[in-house]
C-alpha cells in the first residue's frame, strides 16, 4: 500500500504564497506522472495540475496556469506544488496521486485563503 503525506498548508492572506509538499513511500515513483487534486466543502474533487516521470511536462487547469508550478524531484520520491498570488476560491484541501488516481488519498493538506 502506497502512503502519500501531503504538507505545506495552511491559512494565507490572498496575495500570498504557499509551498505544498507530497512524500510517496512508492520506490517507483519515478514511473508515474504525477498530479495534485482539490476539494473544496460541498464540491468534487478536481484536478489542479499535473507532471509527466521525468518532470519535463507540466499541465495545470486553466484558473491556475500562471499563478502554481508543479515540480518532482525523483531522488526523494516527492512531488510539490508553489502557490503563488493566492485567491479565496483556491481554498480546498489539496491532495497528491497519480494522475490517474491510481494510489490510495493521503489526508490531504488544508489550503485557506483570506480575502
Known amino acids: 500500500q502506497v502512503q502519500l503525506v501531503e504538507s505545506g498548508g495552511g491559512l494565507v492572506q490572498a496575495g500570498g504564497s504557499l509551498r505544498l509538499s507530497c512524500a510517496a513511500s512508492?520506490?517507483?515513483?519515478?514511473?508515474?506522472?504525477m498530479a495534485w487534486f482539490r476539494q473544496a466543502p460541498g464540491k468534487e474533487r478536481e484536478f489542479v495540475a499535473r507532471?509527466?516521470?521525468?518532470?519535463?511536462?507540466?499541465t495545470y487547469r486553466d484558473s491556475v496556469k500562471g499563478r502554481f508550478t508543479i515540480s518532482r524531484d525523483n531522488a526523494i520520491n516527492t512531488e510539490y506544488l508553489q502557490m503563488n498570488s493566492l485567491k479565496p476560491e483556491d481554498t480546498a484541501v489539496y491532495y497528491c496521486?497519480?494522475?490517474?488516481?491510481?494510489w490510495g488519498w493521503g489526508q490531504g493538506t488544508q489550503v485557506t485563503v483570506s480575502s
Open positions: 507532471i509527466s516521470r521525468s518532470g519535463g511536462t507540466t
Open positions: 512508492e520506490r517507483t515513483f519515478s514511473s508515474y506522472a
Open positions: 496521486n497519480t494522475d490517474n488516481r491510481r
